[in-house]
């Protein structure tokens, strides 16, 4: 299934995307549904074309993964980390998947990443990589916007990449039995319709279900939590020279099975 969050006359309900329609449910959450709850059907479906579509959810832990390609570390001119890098962004930085997201007066290095994001849909403690993706409610895809002065000058990363708007979410949450490996899909992010990342999951040095395991044995990972698991080559910050958002820019992400998402900078 593919569920998403759609404001309906200022109210923002839950519905089911088929193809090019959605039908609104009733239900006590969307990873409720996610999960195998019934859901009634409000209605008649609509064209998706006449709703605006809201961020899926409102992750309680937004965790990120720094370097989790060979070749995103190779063009920043560094190493894979010899254990993976997990920071956090702030609620404060989810966004829809139209965005805008909004450059702040502290950085003059706005920067785009690409990533698919899982989405926990059952408490995980401690999990074997074995066990992880039975914890798995759906998949989604993230722009992890990053301040690239901030994440270079700042030890914390929490104004490099938890500024407000810095995660735009969507377009919806896939389940897992419709995305199948999550290591087998493609991502591509354009930049005012030229192409700069065109990677796939089957290059993360760390398995989805590698990183549930490893952040499930530091703390617990609970319902509506969500792991961006790192982003291809191709980033602005990496070119020669470096291209950076500015205010007019609108950045498209697609990942395969998934969907695609676009959202200006402001």
């Not at 805008?100 to 926990?120: H, K, N, R």
């Not at 961006?228 to 291209?243: E, I, K, N, Q």
Request: hydrophobic share 40%; net charge negative; with cysteine.
């Amino acid at each position: 299934m593919r569920l998403c969050t759609f404001n309906d006359a200022g109210v923002s309900r839950l519905g089911r995307v088929d193809d090019v329609m959605v039908t609104p449910l009733d239900a006590p959450d969307l990873l409720a549904i996610a999960l195998g709850a019934d859901a009634v059907e409000l209605g008649s479906p609509v064209p998706l074309s006449s709703v605006t579509l809201l961020a899926p959810l409102r992750p309680g832990k937004i965790l990120g993964v720094g370097k989790n390609y060979a070749d995103h570390a190779q063009e920043l001119g560094e190493t894979v980390p010899e254990i993976p890098i997990v920071f956090t962004k702030l609620t404060t930085s989810i966004t829809g998947p139209a965005g805008p997201v909004v450059l702040p007066g502290y950085t003059s290095q706005l920067d785009y990443e690409g990533e698919l994001a899982v989405v926990i849909g059952r408490t995980a403690r401690l999990v074997s990589v074995s066990e992880a993706l039975a914890h798995v409610a759906g998949y989604t895809a993230i722009d992890d916007i990053s301040a690239r002065d901030c994440q270079a000058a700042e030890p914390q990363w929490t104004r490099a990449k938890g500024g407000d708007t810095f995660a735009p979410l969507g377009p919806w949450l896939v389940t897992p039995d419709e995305v199948g490996d999550p290591q087998d899909l493609r991502i591509r992010t354009w930049v005012n319709g030229e192409l700069r990342q065109d990677g796939h999951t089957g290059q993360m040095m760390r398995s989805v279900a590698e990183l549930i395991s490893w952040c499930s044995h530091s703390f617990t990972l609970e319902p509506g939590d969500l792991i961006a698991t790192g982003t291809p080559a191709g980033v602005g910050h990496g070119m020669r020279p470096p291209r950076y958002l500015t205010p007019g820019d609108v950045v498209r992400i697609e990942v395969e099975r998934i969907g695609t998402m676009e959202h200006p900078i402001q």
